[in-house]
């Protein structure tokens, strides 16, 4: 069964500090792995998107890692800041379902509150 | 433009109300998705539009009807719906094709709907 997990469920930080969130998948056959941020009541917006040839990806404070023997990707975001607060979700494509356009299979988020 | 523009923000009807949800984006993506995103849920996919035909449809009630006028715009209808119909409906869009790379999709902000 494709599945993604994330954890930890949440997770408050103080501003400044480094923090990393995990996701582990069984999707096959994998595609690509995402990572978004929503804000409450708004939609996703997409911060990394990693194919399985790449370990690592990086976006401002952000760097996503993948390790696609393990199926493990993790999100470091670092000097945190107070609008880092929100959902941080991993997403995983498959690509053979429906045809070309692929699966999106969301992880259920970890929900970051950074405090000052 | 790597926008996806949804309207209305929020939307209150009631039951015996007929309403549409627009959602527009000039990125030239060619596949169009509507999700439906309960609070503190993941995002679940309703329907995918491939080239203006609708490819996928997740056994979503008949109350809720997708319309693709044209490669940029996607509506979804709404009739007779319910109380737990109540979610944040997201519209996305992705470039279609068998390259990983293809198969981002970047989300409209959310129409937030309330059923009374």
């Known amino acids: 069964k494709n599945q993604v997990e994330q954890s930890p469920q949440s997770l408050i930080i103080l501003e400044g500090k480094n923090c990393t969130l995990q996701?582990?998948?069984?999707?096959?056959?994998?595609?690509?792995l995402r990572w978004y941020k929503q804000d409450t009541g708004r939609g996703p917006v997409s911060l990394t998107i990693?194919?399985?040839?790449?370990n690592t990806k990086s976006n401002g404070r952000y760097t996503a890692t993948l390790d696609a023997d393990t199926k493990q990707s993790s999100l470091h975001i670092t000097a945190s800041q107070l609008s880092d607060s929100a959902s941080y979700i991993c997403?995983?494509?498959?690509?053979?379902?429906?045809?070309?356009?692929?699966?999106?299979?969301f992880g259920k988020g970890t929900k970051l509150s950074v405090k000052p | 433009d790597t926008e996806v523009t949804q309207t209305p923000k929020h939307l209150v009807m009631g039951m015996t109300n007929k309403k549409s949800l627009k959602c527009e984006q000039h990125?030239?993506?060619?596949?169009m998705y509507w999700y439906k995103q309960k609070a503190k849920k993941p995002p679940e996919l309703m329907f995918v539009?491939?080239?203006?035909?609708?490819?996928i449809n997740e056994s979503v009630p008949s109350r809720f009807s997708p319309e693709c006028p044209n490669s940029s715009l996607l509506n979804l209808h709404l009739h007779a719906l319910q109380p737990e119909d109540s979610a944040l409906y997201l519209c996305a869009s992705s470039q279609v094709g068998r390259s990983p790379r293809n198969t981002e999709a970047f989300f409209g902000q959310g129409t937030r709907l309330t059923v009374v």
């Open positions: 539009y491939s080239y203006e035909k609708l490819s």
């Open positions: 997403v995983v494509s498959n690509m053979n379902y429906g045809g070309s356009q692929g699966n999106l299979i």
């Open positions: 990125m030239g993506h060619r596949a």
């Open positions: 996701c582990n998948y069984t999707v096959s056959p994998f595609s690509n």
């Open positions: 990693m194919t399985f040839s790449e």
